[in-house]
C-alpha cells in the first residue's frame, strides 16, 4: 500500500525549495551563490525564511528516500533498484548536464560576471565548464544514487539485523540520536561546495532505510508530534535569533548544535504531523506529485534567468522581481517538465524518464 504522505512530504518540500531559492538569490546575510540583495534594505527581515526552512529541507527529503528505498527493495531486486536509480538519479545528473543543464551553467557564470576571466577560452572548455557549473540543484541526485549504490552493499553484510534493530527505537532513542546528527554534521564536509555534506546526508538517508521504515516508529512519532512539533517550535526561535544575519549554509553555523538540533527535531516534526494528517490522495495532490521531480530539476534555471535579465539590472522595483522570480520558478519547473518529458532521448538524458515514472 503506498504510504500518501511520504509523496505529500516531497511535493510540498519540492514546492518549499522553489521558494527558498528566490529567497536565496536575492538574500543579504552572506549565503553565497545568489545574485545578492536588490532591495536597499538595510536589514531584510524575509530573508527570515530562509532560517527556518533551511536546517531540515534537504535532510527531510533524504529521509523520505531512504525510507522509500527500504520499500523499493522490499519489491524489487538489488539488479534492478541499482538500475532504476542509477537511471532516474545519476544519468539526469551526469548525461543531462551535456544535453541541457550547461544552459544553467551558462546563466550561473553570467550571474557573477565570470565570463570576463574566460574570453580567450577555447569553445570546447568553456563548454565544459558551463557542464561543471550546471550541476546547481543536481547535487542532491548525485549524492543519493551513491547513498543508494552503498545500500545495496550494506544489505548484503547487515541481512536485515540492523533494521530489524531499527524496529525498537523508541522515544529516548529518537532524541538521542540528535546527538548523532551532530557528529555527523561534523564530516563528510567538502570544501568550497557547501552542498556536498556526504556525513550529515548519509546519516538521514540510512535513518530513514533503517528505522523510519517502520510502521511502529511513525505511529509514534505520530501519537506524538505535538511535542516533537513543539521543541521545534522552540529551536526555531532560538535558531533564528542566534543566527540571523550569519551565513547558514557554511560552517561554523551548518555544524552547530543548534543547527543539527532544530533540522532533526524539524524532521521528526515533518515526519509524525504528516503521517498522521497527509496520509491521503486526491487530483491536486496526485498532480503535484507526480511533477515534483520536474519542478525540483528545472525551477532553478527560471530563477536564475529572471535574476540575470531583471535583478543583475534592477529593471524593475525589488517586489516585482521576486513575484517575477517565484512564477519563474514554478513556470519553469512545470513548463519545462511537460515539455522534455514528450522529447525521447532528451527525456531519458534529463529527466531519467523512460515514459510514464512517477517520483524518484
Not at 124 to 146: E, H, R, T
Not at 228 to 246: E, K, M
Request: net charge positive; glycine share 8%; hydrophobic share 50%.
Amino acid at each position: 500500500m503506498r504510504k500518501h504522505y511520504l509523496d505529500n512530504i516531497r511535493w510540498i518540500t519540492g514546492v518549499l525549495v522553489v521558494i527558498y531559492h528566490v529567497f536565496y538569490m536575492y538574500n543579504a546575510q552572506g549565503i553565497l551563490g545568489g545574485l545578492g540583495p536588490i532591495t536597499d534594505l538595510k536589514i531584510q527581515y524575509f530573508d527570515l525564511f530562509m532560517y527556518i526552512v533551511y536546517p531540515w529541507l534537504m535532510p527531510i527529503l533524504f529521509i523520505v528516500s531512504g525510507i522509500c528505498s527500504r520499500y523499493s527493495l522490499e519489491k524489487h531486486s538489488d539488479k534492478d533498484f541499482i538500475r532504476n536509480r542509477t537511471r532516474k538519479l545519476l544519468i539526469p545528473s551526469t548525461i543531462g548536464l551535456f544535453v541541457f543543464h550547461f544552459i544553467q551553467g551558462y546563466i550561473s557564470i553570467s550571474l557573477s560576471d565570470g565570463w570576463k576571466n574566460m574570453e580567450s577560452l577555447p569553445f570546447m572548455i568553456k563548454y565544459l565548464i558551463m557542464v561543471l557549473s550546471g550541476i546547481g540543484v543536481l547535487w542532491y541526485m548525485q549524492i543519493l544514487w551513491l547513498f543508494c549504490i552503498m545500500l545495496v552493499g550494506i544489505r548484503k553484510i547487515e541481512k536485515d539485523k540492523g533494521w530489524i534493530l531499527g524496529k525498537k527505537a523508541n522515544l529516548s532513542v529518537l532524541i538521542l540520536l540528535c546527538a548523532v546528527i551532530w557528529l555527523s554534521a561534523q564530516s563528510g564536509n567538502t570544501p568550497v561546495i557547501v552542498v556536498y555534506r556526504f556525513g550529515l546526508y548519509s546519516t538521514m538517508f540510512f535513518l530513514g532505510y533503517f528505522v523510519f521504515s517502520h510502521e511502529e516508529v511513525i505511529d509514534q512519532l505520530k501519537k506524538l508530534w505535538f511535542v516533537f512539533a513543539a521543541a521545534a517550535a522552540v529551536l526555531c526561535i532560538v535558531f533564528c535569533v542566534t543566527y540571523f544575519g550569519r551565513n547558514i549554509a557554511d560552517a561554523p553555523v551548518n555544524r552547530s548544535v543548534l543547527f543539527t538540533a532544530y533540522s532533526w527535531f524539524g524532521c521528526l516534526t515533518i515526519l509524525g504531523t504528516s503521517a498522521r494528517y497527509l496520509d491521503f490522495e486526491n487530483r491536486f495532490t496526485r498532480w503535484m506529485n507526480r511533477h515534483s521531480f520536474g519542478l525540483y530539476v528545472f525551477h532553478y534555471l527560471g530563477i536564475s534567468s529572471v535574476a540575470l535579465l531583471l535583478g543583475k539590472q534592477r529593471s524593475l522595483p525589488a517586489g516585482w522581481i521576486y513575484l517575477i522570480s517565484l512564477i519563474a520558478g514554478f513556470g519553469s519547473g512545470y513548463l519545462l517538465d511537460a515539455v522534455i518529458s514528450r522529447i525521447p532521448f532528451i527525456r531519458w538524458a534529463v529527466l531519467g524518464k523512460n515514459g510514464g515514472d512517477r517520483n524518484v
